[in-house]
């Protein structure tokens, strides 16, 4: 009895070790790939994971990396893994020198956003993922660089990451893989070509406040003689206006006379009608008597020459007086 209960003990404890190592636990975010005697069976999900002790097995997988220091040492990190982390990843690949279509040599930081979509593939497709991905993005970051020009590159990023992004998403399709991103860190031209560039930098910035000097001189001078011609027609309209203004003074003046003398004919040609007497002698008279005023007028020494018929005229003026005896012109 005591050695039935000494070997069911032993399968007891057995049992429970074999069951405690049947049970496996996968954290968030990550999967197994279980092998069965060598051979694929399943692929463990997060949680709690019923398996077959020896008979199953998780697949080891060792996955190199490409590591860089600070001073430009390259080394390969290896490391041996037994779950896959299906988070998105961020590889930073070591910088690499990669020639322009204008033969310019330059050196490109880049970094890889993927995520692992199919951990089946990604261990079976594929032997080493990382330094897959890695030449891949090597090799097609050559092809595409090599058909732009150096200054195409420089102002191009969006459009290389946007084409290298397209490709590579494309072939690693094949290794259960998800290219999310794909950034240029650094894009480094040699050394002469940076002053090369800083100097036409500086002569495209001198080219540009000379045009920028020039471009308001002229609009300074555009608006001086725009301002000119303004105050020119201006000052043309004020003396059209004045001009015309005197003028219509002038006119009512000469109207507003030639209505007092038109009204003061009308009363002497009534004054004289009542005595009887011709008005067109007294008219006539007074208009010689103006002109005689107008011609011994001034400072020089004159000779007035009057002609024959003035004399009847003089002596037409001696009735004039007589005409007015006795009447009263009305005011």
Do not use: C
């Amino acid at each position: 009895m005591d050695g039935a209960l000494a070997l069911l003990f032993v399968i007891g404890i057995f049992v429970i070790i074999f069951v405690f190592r049947g049970i496996t636990v996968v954290r968030q975010a990550e999967a197994m790939v279980v092998e069965r005697l060598g051979k694929y069976h399943k692929t463990l999900s997060s949680g709690i994971n019923i398996i077959v002790p020896v008979f199953d097995r998780a697949k080891k997988i060792n996955w190199r990396y490409v590591k860089e220091t600070s001073d430009g040492t390259k080394y390969y990190l290896v490391k041996v893994l037994s779950r896959i982390d299906l988070r998105e990843n961020v590889y930073d690949f070591p910088r690499q020198n990669v020639i322009t279509k204008d033969n310019v040599v330059i050196e490109i930081n880049a970094l890889l956003y993927f995520q692992i979509t199919d951990p089946v593939k990604a261990v079976y497709e594929i032997a080493n993922l990382p330094d897959a991905i890695e030449k891949l993005t090597q090799t097609t970051l050559r092809n595409v660089i090599g058909e732009m020009d150096l200054d195409e590159t420089l102002a191009s990023r969006d459009k290389v990451n946007s084409t290298l992004k397209l490709i590579l998403d494309e072939a690693t399709d094949k290794w259960g893989v998800k290219v999310n991103r794909v950034e240029l860190q650094d894009i480094n031209p040699p050394g002469d070509i940076k002053d090369a560039m800083e100097k036409q930098m500086r002569a495209e910035r001198d080219r540009r406040a000379a045009i920028l000097t020039a471009e308001g001189q002229k609009r300074a001078r555009i608006l001086e003689a725009e301002g000119f011609r303004e105050a020119t027609i201006n000052k043309a309209q004020g003396e059209k206006q004045a001009r015309v203004l005197v003028a219509e003074g002038m006119a009512e003046a000469r109207v507003k006379v030639a209505k007092a003398e038109a009204e003061a004919i009308v009363n002497i040609t009534e004054s004289i009608s009542m005595s009887n007497g011709d008005p067109s002698t007294y008219l006539i008279a007074i208009r010689y008597i103006d002109t005689l005023k107008e011609m011994v007028s001034g400072k020089e020494n004159k000779v007035v020459y009057l002609p024959y018929e003035a004399t009847g005229v003089l002596s037409s003026l001696g009735g004039i007086k007589d005409m007015f005896n006795g009447v009263k012109v009305s005011k």
